[in-house]
T-cell receptor, first 113, second 110 residues
Framework: DAGITQSPRHKVTETGTPVTLRCHQTENHRYMYWYRQDPGHGLRLIHY???????DKGEVSDGYSVSRSKTEDFLLTLESATSSQTSVYFCATGTGASTDTQYFGPGTRLTVL | GENVEQHPSTLSVQEGDSAVIKCTYSDSASNYFPWYKQELGKGPQLIID?????GEKKDQRIAVTLNKTAKHFSLHITETQPEDSAVYFCAAKDFNKFYFGSGTKLNVKP
């Protein structure tokens, strides 16, 4: 398995507070992704990174920001959490080759009260 | 952007029977189609994939078929076992983004 860890694994927070989720990889993969998983929606891309300091938006990026200052770390920040951001968040990494897969972390369950 | 649809949303089979999950995609530029299995409380894991220049791929009890003209691809699991019970996701890769189906919950009854 690819060495991908996410922290924290569980978090409960209140509406309006900032939240940062961390993804750490030991595979030296160029690409890193943040998804959210909600019932009936599968996995939806929030943001992704194609290198240090290089990021782009996904299909559900509103309310989220990301940063990547090192190859191994990709941070997802909710500047002011809302109840609609209650979800399970998955980080994934990949080499970026056109026909290469991505490898997922264990997920972070976030509850916004 | 790409749109991936997956059916059925739930599938219940008897142990030993076959299971088929179908997906369609919209963007002809998509060139890579992985399938993931997700067990409760875990992240998705790749079980099989297929590239756009291949029509079929098999790995033991699991096979995937791709029809580029019709823009659909399917996962076939033969001789199902209780440990195959999980949620399965199809995906299509367009450039460097992956687009996922909504998932199929497979229940294999002993």
């Amino acid at each position: 398995d690819a060495g991908i860890t996410q922290s924290p694994r569980h978090k409960v927070t209140e509406t309006g507070t900032p939240v940062t989720l961390r993804c750490h990889q030991t595979e030296n993969h160029r690409y890193m992704y943040w998804y959210r998983q909600d019932p009936g929606h599968g996995l939806r891309l929030i943001h992704y990174s194609y290198g240090v300091k290089d990021t782009d938006k996904g299909e559900v990026s509103d309310g989220y920001s990301v940063s990547r200052s090192k190859t191994e770390d990709f941070l997802l920040t909710l500047e002011s959490a809302t109840s609609s951001q209650t979800s399970v968040y998955f980080c994934a990494t990949g080499t970026g080759a056109s026909t290469d897969t991505q490898y997922f972390g264990p997920g972070t369950r976030l509850t916004v009260l | 952007g790409e749109n991936v649809e997956q059916h059925p949303s739930t599938l219940s089979v008897q142990e030993g029977d076959s299971a088929v999950i179908k997906c369609t995609y919209s963007d002809s530029a998509s060139n890579y189609f992985p399938w993931y299995k997700q067990e409760l409380g875990k992240g998705p894991q790749l079980i099989i994939d297929i590239r756009s220049n291949v029509g079929e791929k098999k790995d033991q009890r699991i096979a995937v078929t791709l029809n580029k003209t019709a823009k659909h691809f399917s996962l076939h699991i033969t001789e199902t076992q209780p440990e195959d019970s999980a949620v399965y996701f199809c995906a299509a890769k367009d450039f460097n983004k992956f687009y996922f189906g909504s998932g199929t919950k497979l229940n294999v009854k002993p």
